[in-house]
């Protein structure tokens, strides 16, 4: 009883997923009659060559080498009392493929459908057919070759290596307001001048693990300073219903230096940094590369100064001592260039530059990387 209940538990685990260094295909050709009996294995043996040529990183197991296994467990077990064998790993799979061959108005049809573990859509589906009686063998490799052509625009076999890119952003804003105010008998004039200006720059050491995931570290700069000066010459005071002449100024700066990525991550149970590197393969044979990281969360202390002096609501200069979290995170995105998912190698060295016009903010990202897959 127990042996049973082992196979049973490795058959309800490929449902839950796998992900794997080196991804798996299971291949399972449907019964559907007498046409399946006598090609379904074949009909897996083309897709699983077509696949096993298409994506060298990748293992292959079809229905039939399940049943053959377990043919020769059972004459194991009846001919020398071994226990049961694993089957886990024939059953865990990255990806699944469900064909199916039927016939029906005088046509003979070959279909092939390619899964993720856990999609509910197919990556990629197709159908071809003949008429009854033509070449089958034919229609199979037509649907193996197609099919693996298909999926060749995903990174299933994952492109690995170092992803090097700086940000520089520089800012430097000022913001006016003026008007006509008047009390006492008098015009007046109101007036608030507030600036703020900085560089923040960081340098982001990273390394693709995976499909997505990512290690590596990062440090980075900031450098910040604000200022307020406000002159109201009507100003009404909080006290009671005077008016008069009043100015206010504040001063704040910041400056921080810090290194290391956000560890908020789990992959396969474990902490891991929080960074990712997504490559975007396109039909038309370019891709693009985007990048997500972020630092921790640090206590920074910006230190300043305010005071205020007029007819009332004076303020003595005072310092000012705040404690805020700072980080950095990334978020860019580069190309398209050209290239394909099947490619052994993709190298880049670029730079962008945004500029915000309300704020004068630019931003200039450089970027540089070599990755390689099997």
């Not at 993720?116 to 990629?124: M, Q, T, V, Y």
């Not at 190309?335 to 998912?341: E, V």
Request: glycine share 8%; charged share 25%; net charge negative.
């Amino acid at each position: 009883m127990m042996k049973k209940l082992t196979l049973l538990i490795c058959l309800i685990i490929p449902a839950m997923g796998f992900g794997q260094k080196n991804p798996q295909f299971n291949i399972e050709c449907k019964e559907n009659g007498e046409l399946t009996k006598v090609y379904g294995d074949g009909f897996e043996r083309i897709v699983e060559y077509y696949l096993d040529d298409q994506f060298s990183c990748c293992k292959t197991v079809t229905k039939g080498d399940i049943i053959g296994k377990l043919a020769y467990d059972k004459m194991m077990q009846l001919s020398m009392g071994t226990d049961m064998m694993s089957y886990c790993k024939e059953l865990a799979c990255d990806y699944y493929m469900i064909l199916y061959l039927e016939e029906g108005m005088g046509k003979t049809f070959a279909t092939a459908s390619c899964y993720r573990w856990k999609g509910k859509e197919p990556l990629s589906r197709l159908t071809y057919y003949q008429p009854e009686g033509g070449d089958i063998v034919g229609l199979m490799k037509q649907v193996g070759q197609d099919i693996a052509k298909a999926l060749a625009k995903y990174e299933i076999c994952a492109f690995e290596g170092p992803v090097n890119f700086e940000v520089t952003s520089t800012k430097d804003t000022t913001i006016t307001e003026e008007r006509s105010v008047y009390c006492n008998g008098i015009d007046n004039t109101y007036k608030k001048v507030s600036k703020v200006s900085g560089t923040s720059h960081s340098v982001w050491e990273l390394q693709k693990k995976d499909k997505e995931h990512a290690e590596g570290n990062v440090s980075f700069t900031i450098n910040e300073s604000g200022s307020v000066n406000e002159d109201d010459g009507c100003h009404k005071c909080s006290t009671s219903e005077r008016e008069g002449g009043w100015s206010f100024n504040s001063s704040l700066k910041l400056d921080y230096s810090s290194s290391g990525l956000s560890e908020e991550s789990k992959l396969d149970g474990e902490v891991h940094v929080d960074a990712r590197i997504i490559l975007d393969f396109r039909s038309d044979d370019t891709y693009t590369i985007t990048i997500k990281a972020t630092t921790k969360l640090y206590p920074a202390v910006e230190q300043g100064y305010m005071e205020a002096v007029g007819t009332c609501d004076g303020i003595p200069r005072k310092p000012i001592d705040n404690t805020r979290n700072v980080s950095a995170f990334a978020y860019p995105r580069f190309g398209p260039y050209k290239g394909k998912a099947t490619d052994r190698t993709l190298s880049m060295k670029d730079s962008i530059t945004y500029y915000e016009p309300q704020t004068h903010e630019k931003t200039t990202i450089t970027i540089d990387y070599t990755l390689t897959r099997n």
